[in-house]
């Protein structure tokens, strides 16, 4: 299975934050493969973002949850994330993974005006 995650590397405070991440290699509705996100910020340890099941259920961060929604397209084989509202500290490094497995690349986001 391979991921790469696509989106922007500059979002203005208070903007949203839009990532997808394309899958290869196995289908995001497969039985038993559930889907994440996950960021690092400058200095900070890994912190999970949220999760997307292979029937499509999906589980938020409690501390982001309010801003974040994930979804997916399965025509496409791709799932997307969303967070509102964004400010300086969500700049960070983010990665798509299977859950226990692969990981994305990851992705560099930065939010400055």
């Known amino acids: 299975v391979q991921l790469q995650e696509s989106g922007p590397g500059l979002v203005k405070p208070s903007q949203t934050l839009s990532l997808t991440c394309i899958v290869s290699?196995?289908?995001?509705?497969?039985?038993?493969?559930?889907w994440r996100w996950i960021r690092q910020s400058p200095g900070k340890g890994l912190e999970w973002i949220g999760a997307?099941?292979?029937?499509?259920?999906?589980y938020y961060s409690p501390s982001l949850k309010s801003r974040t929604s994930i979804s997916r397209d399965t025509s496409k084989n791709q799932f997307t994330l969303q967070l509102k509202s964004v400010t300086p500290e969500d700049t960070a490094v983010y990665y798509c993974?299977?859950?226990?497995?692969?990981w994305g690349q990851g992705t560099q986001v930065t939010v400055s005006s």
């Open positions: 290699g196995a289908s995001i509705a497969s039985n038993d493969i559930n």
């Open positions: 997307i099941t292979f029937s499509g259920i999906t």
């Open positions: 993974a299977v859950l226990s497995g692969p």
